[in-house]
């Protein structure tokens, strides 16, 4: 016998009885949640239902309580009202029926789920006193066309259970604190430089923090709640999740900060900051190596300054490539497929309301990309990603892999890095009042800034042309002919074509700007050059460096002395807190007084460091080097069983490397440039170093070489190939895929940093800046960075600071000069040791390199010198500047 409708509504009703029951069985409004889903599903007669609640920020969905999708997901599975099914019921605030989810445009499919079995939908919006709670969803196997009926019933159903649902977000119990807590420190990279708030993740998994590349997202995305809420009354870490959590929201929300004392002309116009990649952490892999480094370490003291900064970047679906070594020592590839959903983005949302998409002309097919959102502390960062659908095969793979293909992926992720950037950032109301283009790369985004100006105010390309370089800061890197990109006229036109167009210019006029000599048609066009003539202000990133561009580039400036030429330099730092130790940071609390970190930049702050006993910064820095031991044997077992090596050769591994020797580390870029086989001149006589019973010498490698740079992957080679020769088998050790990780332990642990490359060739160089800041000592060319640090006594030179025309001659002499510093300064002053056993005068050049060191080389410094000398100006925020009459 049928059921008539009416019977069927009937029975789909939920009684006030039924409503108490589910509030008295349930205990916790967790559990009461599941009472009523069960309930519903039950009633309603169908294979799922779940409750989705809004978060405190009400742009976010969680899961907060399902009867048939996975359990794992309850907690975990979050979506922002613009995505999926259930984000466009609370979006719109209204019901929404489909037969068949799987069709609708707004479908999203999380596979944690194990939704793929379900097709059906109905979702009714939670609404308690007029305000939107959340919403509750039915699904089904079979397609199911819901009658009105059924809606309007399951919408009465709604509001019924509403105020449990309202009660429960009130309490803030909905889901469990920690984990709420957890997911919200985990989607804003601060917890990177912040040892609380990691602590919290490592302990909530020690073993699986590790694996997952100490990715919370990852971590957070495989633990159940209840597994969460398990560990986290086992450690008592409920507080401790409080009081991270309240101190970023205090980080976020605090107002008496540097940046507001001295850059509010930036606040409603800020500062674009573009860069070819960002390196903040490892878990976020769009960086290679100092650039990027640099650029995430610019962007976070920006936010610690509380400086009005946006980076704009690229997503690299591949990013840069995997290392692993043969049994040769050579450098093989692989390139991975990164997660999207294990990584702290979110779409960017434009002016409209939807995800921005942009696209750009070309002559052949226009080039689409979307833009994801990162929140760095207070700053926020933009990637740009061409994989979305629409775009031709080609395109789709433009920004998978960083540095990777040729000239025409080159210029069509320049492209989409400068062009498409600014776009983005006017698709989402941000109108910067200052450029920064950090390199070459980005300096297309001139042209669509000029573009936009003549748009907006009418204006013809000149007079938008002589306004827009005011607003134009541009820093040059390298002094290696072959880090600047030149692009064909053929290239050039077929990207920039369309919009060389409406900028009402001729190619040849476009050109020009890139070329040294305009008029000289078989010059290529050089974003260099570009960034030179478009910018007024033009910085290298050292003081040596900044003589050396302006010898390089005193052609674009005729009739100028060398002195004369228009680029002068910030001298590069690093973010105090992403590179210091955890233990180094408890010595300087102990030491340097209270918040001494936010006064980094200031030189007073580090004169305190020569009062600390020294055992205790030699025991601090012990405990860090044993620490690095570990990880690199670690490390080196690990690559030997994957190359399937001998038994014996792995217990010789597990057992290599003494926490006596003087540890010596050698991590970057394997150009050939920076001559990693500079020890290996005189083979004879480092063996006669490295084994010395009574002053042994260990040297620990890492670092890549570019896929298509041959001869640097022969160096690689050399050093590696050192592990497996007797004589430095136990003093030679080459860690695998140089990443933040890695570098993280070797600039902490290691007593010397080496570094000597051919001078003037390294224009800054910050990896010894951290090793300053975890009380290491530097031995490097006085090049870069160091030409204008050392002293003669914070550290140890190689050479005079001179060059050979010959570079055999040059070489020579370095290495000569670099086994005499190591022979008769360095190794000795290490080994001299008191009747406590401390080194006493090494101790003291320690203290020397911090207080003379911390204050200049730290990103805290750099971006305050970035605002005062080059943002604030550009944005017209200065109170006075009086020039003489020429």
């Given at each position: 016998?049928?059921?008539?409708?009416?019977?069927?509504d009937e029975?789909?009703?939920?009684?006030?009885?039924?409503?108490?029951?589910l509030?008295?069985?349930?205990?916790?409004?967790?559990?009461?949640?599941m009472?009523v889903?069960?309930?519903?599903?039950?009633?309603?007669?169908?294979?799922?239902c779940?409750?989705?609640?809004?978060?405190?920020?009400?742009?976010?969905?969680?899961?907060?309580?399902?009867?048939?999708?996975?359990?794992?997901?309850i907690?975990?599975?979050r979506?922002?009202?613009?995505?999926?099914?259930a984000?466009l019921?609370?979006?719109?605030?209204r019901?929404?029926?489909?037969?068949?989810?799987?069709?609708?445009?707004?479908?999203?499919y999380?596979?944690?789920s194990g939704?793929?079995?379900?097709h059906?939908?109905?979702?009714?919006?939670?609404?308690d006193?007029?305000?939107?709670?959340?919403?509750?969803?039915?699904?089904t196997?079979?397609?199911r066309?819901?009658?009105?009926?059924?809606?309007?019933?399951?919408?009465?159903?709604?509001?019924?259970?509403?105020?449990i649902?309202?009660?429960?977000?009130?309490?803030?119990?909905f889901?469990a604190p920690a984990q709420?807590?957890?997911w919200?420190l985990?989607?804003?990279?601060?917890?990177?430089?912040?040892h609380?708030?990691?602590?919290?993740f490592?302990?909530?998994n020690?073993?699986?923090?590790?694996?997952?590349?100490?990715?919370?997202?990852?971590?957070?995305?495989?633990?159940?709640?209840?597994?969460i809420?398990?560990?986290?009354?086992?450690?008592?870490?409920h507080?401790?999740?409080?009081?991270?959590?309240?101190?970023?929201?205090?980080?976020?929300?605090?107002?008496?900060?540097?940046g507001?004392?001295?850059a509010?002309i930036?606040?409603?116009?800020?500062?674009?900051?573009?860069?070819?990649e960002?390196?903040?952490?490892?878990?976020?892999?769009?960086?290679s190596g100092?650039?990027?480094?640099?650029?995430?370490?610019?962007?976070?003291s920006?936010s610690?300054l509380?400086?009005?900064?946006v980076?704009?970047?690229l997503?690299?679906?591949?990013?840069y490539?995997?290392?692993?070594?043969?049994?040769?020592g050579?450098?093989?590839?692989?390139?991975?497929?990164?997660?999207?959903?294990?990584?702290?983005m979110?779409?960017?949302?434009?002016l409209?309301?939807?995800?921005?998409?942009?696209?750009i002309?070309t002559?052949?097919?226009?080039i689409?990309?979307?833009v994801?959102?990162?929140?760095?502390?207070r700053?926020?960062?933009?990637?740009?990603?061409?994989?979305?659908?629409?775009?031709a095969?080609?395109?789709?793979?433009?920004?998978?892999?960083?540095?990777?293909?040729?000239?025409?992926?080159?210029?069509?992720?320049?492209?989409?890095?400068?062009?498409?950037?600014?776009?983005?950032?006017?698709?989402?109301?941000i109108s910067?009042?200052?450029?920064?283009?950090?390199?070459?790369?980005?300096?297309?985004?001139?042209?669509?800034?000029?573009?936009?100006?003549?748009?907006?105010?009418g204006?013809?390309?000149?007079?938008?042309?002589?306004?827009?370089?005011?607003?134009?800061v541009?820093?040059?890197?390298?002094?290696?002919?072959?880090g600047?990109?030149r692009?064909?006229p053929?290239?050039i036109?077929?990207h920039?074509?369309?919009?060389?167009?409406?900028?009402g210019?001729?190619q040849?006029?476009?050109?020009?700007?890139?070329?040294?000599?305009?008029?000289?048609h078989?010059e290529?066009?050089?974003?260099?050059?570009?960034?030179?003539?478009?910018?007024?202000?033009?910085?290298?990133?050292?003081?040596?460096?900044?003589?050396v561009?302006?010898?390089?580039?005193?052609?674009?400036?005729?009739?100028?002395?060398?002195d004369?030429?228009?680029?002068g330099h910030?001298?590069?730092g690093?973010?105090?807190?992403s590179?210091?130790?955890?233990?180094?940071?408890?010595?300087?609390?102990?030491h340097?007084?209270?918040?001494w970190?936010?006064?980094?930049?200031?030189?007073?702050?580090?004169?305190?460091?020569?009062?600390?006993?020294?055992?205790?910064?030699?025991?601090?820095?012990l405990?860090?080097?044993?620490?690095?031991?570990?990880?690199?044997?670690?490390?080196a077992?690990?690559?030997?069983?994957r190359?399937?090596?001998?038994?014996?050769?792995?217990r010789?591994?597990?057992?290599t490397?003494?926490p006596?020797a003087l540890?010596?580390?050698?991590?970057?870029?394997?150009a050939?440039?920076?001559?990693?086989?500079?020890?290996?001149?005189?083979?004879?006589r480092l063996a006669?170093?490295v084994?010395?019973?009574?002053?042994?010498v260990?040297?620990l490698f890492?670092?890549?070489?570019h896929?298509?740079d041959?001869?640097?992957?022969?160096?690689?080679?050399?050093i590696?190939?050192?592990?497996?020769?007797?004589q430095?088998?136990?003093k030679?050790l080459?860690?695998?895929?140089y990443?933040?990780?890695?570098?993280?332990?070797?600039?902490?642990?290691?007593?010397?940093?080496?570094?000597?490359?051919?001078?003037?060739?390294?224009?800054s160089?910050?990896?010894?800046?951290?090793?300053?800041?975890n009380?290491g000592?530097?031995?490097?060319v006085?090049d870069?960075w160091?030409?204008?640090?050392?002293?003669?006594?914070?550290?140890?030179?190689?050479g005079?600071?001179r060059?050979?025309?010959?570079m055999?001659?040059?070489?020579?002499?370095?290495?000569?000069?670099?086994?005499r510093?190591?022979?008769?300064e360095?190794i000795?002053?290490?080994?001299?040791r008191d009747?406590?056993?401390?080194p006493r005068?090494?101790?003291?050049r320690?203290?020397r390199?911090?207080?003379t060191?911390?204050?200049?080389?730290n990103a805290?410094r750099?971006v305050?010198?970035?605002?005062q000398?080059?943002?604030?100006?550009?944005?017209?925020?200065?109170?006075?500047?009086?020039?003489?009459?020429?």
């Amino acid at each position: 016998m049928s059921i008539s409708h009416e019977a069927m509504d009937e029975n789909l009703v939920l009684t006030l009885d039924e409503i108490t029951s589910l509030t008295k069985d349930g205990g916790k409004p967790s559990d009461t949640l599941m009472n009523v889903v069960a309930l519903i599903a039950s009633r309603f007669r169908t294979d799922v239902c779940s409750a989705y609640l809004l978060e405190p920020d009400r742009s976010n969905l969680v899961l907060a309580a399902s009867l048939g999708l996975h359990a794992r997901c309850i907690g975990a599975l979050r979506m922002p009202l613009h995505e999926g099914l259930a984000g466009l019921v609370a979006e719109h605030v209204r019901p929404v029926a489909v037969d068949d989810a799987s069709r609708h445009p707004r479908y999203k499919y999380f596979k944690e789920s194990g939704e793929e079995e379900y097709h059906s939908f109905l979702g009714v919006p939670l609404i308690d006193r007029g305000i939107l709670q959340g919403v509750l969803v039915v699904q089904t196997k079979e397609p199911r066309i819901f009658r009105d009926n059924e809606i309007r019933m399951l919408a009465e159903a709604a509001d019924q259970v509403a105020p449990i649902v309202s009660e429960a977000r009130t309490l803030d119990r909905f889901v469990a604190p920690a984990q709420e807590r957890l997911w919200s420190l985990a989607r804003n990279v601060w917890w990177s430089w912040d040892h609380d708030c990691i602590n919290l993740f490592r302990d909530l998994n020690p073993v699986r923090w590790r694996e997952l590349n100490q990715n919370p997202i990852a971590l957070l995305n495989e633990m159940p709640l209840s597994e969460i809420e398990r560990r986290a009354t086992e450690l008592v870490l409920h507080s401790r999740i409080n009081y991270v959590y309240r101190r970023r929201q205090e980080y976020l929300q605090g107002d008496r900060t540097w940046g507001a004392a001295n850059a509010g002309i930036l606040r409603p116009r800020p500062v674009a900051y573009f860069s070819a990649e960002f390196g903040l952490h490892e878990s976020l892999p769009i960086y290679s190596g100092g650039l990027g480094v640099l650029s995430g370490d610019h962007i976070k003291s920006a936010s610690d300054l509380d400086i009005p900064l946006v980076g704009v970047g690229l997503f690299y679906g591949q990013g840069y490539f995997l290392q692993r070594l043969d049994e040769k020592g050579w450098q093989r590839e692989e390139y991975l497929q990164t997660d999207i959903k294990q990584l702290p983005m979110q779409p960017a949302i434009g002016l409209d309301g939807q995800p921005v998409i942009v696209e750009i002309a070309t002559r052949g097919a226009a080039i689409r990309a979307k833009v994801w959102q990162v929140k760095v502390g207070r700053c926020d960062l933009f990637l740009l990603d061409s994989n979305v659908p629409g775009n031709a095969p080609e395109d789709l793979e433009t920004t998978s892999r960083l540095y990777g293909g040729d000239s025409r992926t080159r210029i069509r992720q320049e492209l989409l890095l400068g062009v498409g950037g600014f776009r983005a950032l006017k698709a989402m109301g941000i109108s910067p009042g200052v450029l920064h283009l950090n390199e070459g790369h980005s300096g297309f985004a001139v042209f669509e800034a000029i573009r936009s100006r003549m748009e907006d105010e009418g204006l013809d390309f000149y007079a938008a042309a002589s306004h827009i370089p005011r607003e134009v800061v541009f820093t040059t890197h390298t002094p290696v002919p072959a880090g600047h990109d030149r692009f064909s006229p053929e290239l050039i036109e077929e990207h920039l074509g369309p919009l060389r167009d409406q900028l009402g210019i001729s190619q040849e006029n476009l050109m020009g700007f890139g070329r040294e000599h305009p008029t000289d048609h078989g010059e290529t066009f050089c974003m260099t050059v570009l960034g030179l003539k478009l910018a007024r202000r033009v910085n290298a990133v050292s003081s040596l460096h900044g003589e050396v561009s302006r010898a390089m580039w005193k052609g674009l400036y005729p009739g100028r002395s060398e002195d004369a030429v228009p680029i002068g330099h910030i001298t590069n730092g690093v973010h105090v807190p992403s590179w210091l130790a955890p233990q180094m940071f408890r010595l300087y609390d102990r030491h340097l007084g209270v918040d001494w970190q936010k006064r980094s930049g200031s030189k007073s702050t580090w004169e305190a460091i020569e009062t600390v006993d020294d055992g205790e910064l030699w025991e601090t820095h012990l405990a860090l080097k044993a620490r690095l031991l570990d990880f690199a044997r670690n490390r080196a077992v690990e690559q030997a069983e994957r190359r399937t090596e001998s038994p014996e050769s792995i217990r010789r591994l597990r057992k290599t490397l003494s926490p006596d020797a003087l540890t010596i580390g050698f991590a970057r870029r394997f150009a050939t440039y920076k001559r990693a086989n500079l020890l290996l001149k005189d083979i004879e006589r480092l063996a006669s170093m490295v084994n010395d019973p009574k002053r042994p010498v260990q040297f620990l490698f890492s670092g890549k070489a570019h896929p298509h740079d041959e001869p640097g992957k022969r160096v690689l080679q050399q050093i590696a190939e050192m592990m497996r020769d007797s004589q430095f088998a136990e003093k030679f050790l080459f860690i695998e895929d140089y990443d933040i990780n890695v570098g993280r332990h070797f600039v902490q642990g290691v007593d010397v940093w080496l570094n000597n490359p051919r001078r003037p060739l390294e224009a800054s160089g910050t990896s010894g800046q951290k090793v300053v800041l975890n009380g290491g000592l530097n031995l490097s060319v006085l090049d870069g960075w160091w030409a204008e640090a050392f002293d003669g006594l914070n550290g140890f030179a190689i050479g005079k600071g001179r060059t050979h025309s010959n570079m055999d001659v040059h070489d020579t002499r370095d290495g000569e000069d670099l086994y005499r510093v190591l022979s008769g300064e360095l190794i000795p002053l290490f080994y001299d040791r008191d009747r406590d056993g401390l080194p006493r005068g090494w101790i003291k050049r320690m203290k020397r390199t911090i207080r003379t060191l911390g204050w200049r080389f730290n990103a805290d410094r750099m971006v305050m010198d970035y605002t005062q000398k080059c943002y604030v100006p550009a944005a017209g925020g200065t109170s006075s500047d009086i020039r003489p009459l020429c």
